[in-house]
């Protein structure tokens, strides 16, 4: 294969691009807003549907609605912090675990979206049909692990005050010399954990979608090697049941366990 045989016209980048359907300054639409829409409408009528329809005597459905909700409950709360504050904060790592669940599922599904490249149906300039996930564009995930930074430190400068929450950081039995040392870390060993949510979320998905993206027929354009697609599509349709069988559930899982993990340190004495 020679290296003029190449594809130099199609670049994998611009299939995460974002291109505003409706320009409204900062409030413009585009795919991201669409996507991040529907994630918020189906875990308001989830968790709507949850409290609304529970019965003296499950069907399936409700078994299955259950489950979904011990694992938010149990696993991922009150594994992590104590019963009073597992209350107050289920809520929203309730919400925040279905949100990024919906996010990652709906980015599975091949949806009309991308309106670079359109087909003629019955006259109708339709976007084409295309993968792209929400929470593969970094803004979201940050948005999302703000709000979490945001919450477990106002929670905890509340239960210990300002100086005392400072304080709860250090390690017990750290003091002297040592302390000077040991406290600079602590102290941006908590920022991190702004960049951790927000990057393990966003590169486990990016990552996920670029592969199935050139197992799935992407590098065969880039090399000007049709055969090669008959090898790689197979792993690409592989990767596409793993991620969306799991890497989806599990970075959700994550994210808001991790949430929780924080919020329930930060009302600890160390």
């Given at each position: 294969?020679?290296?003029?045989?190449?594809?130099?016209?199609?670049?994998?980048?611009?299939?995460?691009?974002?291109?505003?359907?409706?320009?409204?300054?900062?409030?413009?639409?585009?795919?991201?807003?669409?996507?991040?829409?529907?994630?918020?409408?189906?875990?308001?009528?989830?968790?709507?549907?949850?409290?609304?329809?529970?019965?003296?005597?499950?069907?399936?459905?409700?078994?299955?609605?259950?489950?979904?909700?011990?694992?938010?409950?149990?696993?991922?709360?009150?594994?992590?912090?104590?019963?009073?504050?597992?209350?107050k904060?289920f809520?929203?790592?309730?919400?925040?675990?279905?949100?990024?669940?919906?996010?990652?599922?709906?980015?599975?599904?091949?949806?009309?979206?991308?309106?670079?490249?359109?087909?003629?149906?019955?006259?109708?300039?339709?976007?084409?049909?295309?993968?792209y996930?929400?929470?593969?564009?970094?803004?979201?995930?940050?948005?999302?692990a703000?709000?979490?930074?945001?919450?477990?430190?106002?929670?905890?400068?509340?239960?210990?005050?300002?100086?005392?929450?400072?304080?709860?950081?250090?390690?017990a039995?750290v003091?002297?010399?040592?302390?000077?040392?040991?406290?600079?870390?602590?102290?941006?060993?908590?920022?991190?954990?702004?960049?951790?949510?927000?990057?393990?979320?966003?590169?486990?998905?990016?990552?996920?979608?670029?592969?199935?993206?050139?197992?799935?027929?992407?590098?065969?354009?880039?090399?000007?090697?049709?055969?090669?697609?008959?090898?790689?599509?197979?792993?690409g349709?592989?990767?596409?049941?793993?991620?969306?069988?799991?890497?989806?559930?599990?970075q959700?899982?994550?994210f808001?366990?991790?949430?929780?993990?924080?919020?329930?340190?930060?009302?600890?004495?160390?």
């Open positions: 294969m020679c290296i003029r045989d190449r594809n130099n016209t199609f670049q994998v980048q611009n299939e995460f691009k974002l291109v505003n359907w409706v320009s409204l300054g900062l409030l413009s639409i585009n795919r991201a807003v669409v996507y991040l829409f529907l994630a918020a409408i189906l875990t308001v009528v989830t968790m709507v549907w949850v409290a609304d329809r529970m019965q003296m005597r499950p069907n399936r459905v409700q078994t299955a609605v259950e489950a979904l909700f011990s694992l938010m409950r149990d696993n991922i709360t009150r594994g992590n912090m104590s019963d009073s504050l597992a209350a904060w809520p929203y790592l309730g919400a925040l675990f279905l949100f990024i669940w919906y996010s990652n599922l709906i980015g599975y599904l091949p949806l009309p979206t991308n309106s670079e490249q359109k087909f003629n149906l019955f006259g109708a300039h339709i976007p084409s049909f295309a993968l996930a929400a929470t593969a564009n970094i803004s979201v995930p940050l948005i999302l703000l709000v979490t930074f945001i919450a477990f430190n106002w929670e905890g400068v509340r239960a210990h005050g300002a100086i005392g929450y400072v304080k709860s950081l250090i390690p039995g003091s002297g010399a040592i302390l000077v040392l040991v406290a600079p870390l602590e102290i941006v060993s908590t920022f991190m954990r702004l960049i951790s949510l927000t990057v393990r979320l966003f590169a486990n998905i990016l990552a996920g979608h670029m592969i199935i993206l050139f197992m799935a027929g992407g590098l065969a354009v880039i090399l000007g090697a049709s055969w090669l697609g008959w090898f790689t599509m197979p792993v349709i592989a990767v596409y049941l793993f991620e969306l069988g799991l890497i989806a559930t599990l959700a899982f994550i808001a366990t991790l949430s929780a993990i924080y919020l329930g340190t930060a009302v600890s004495q160390h």
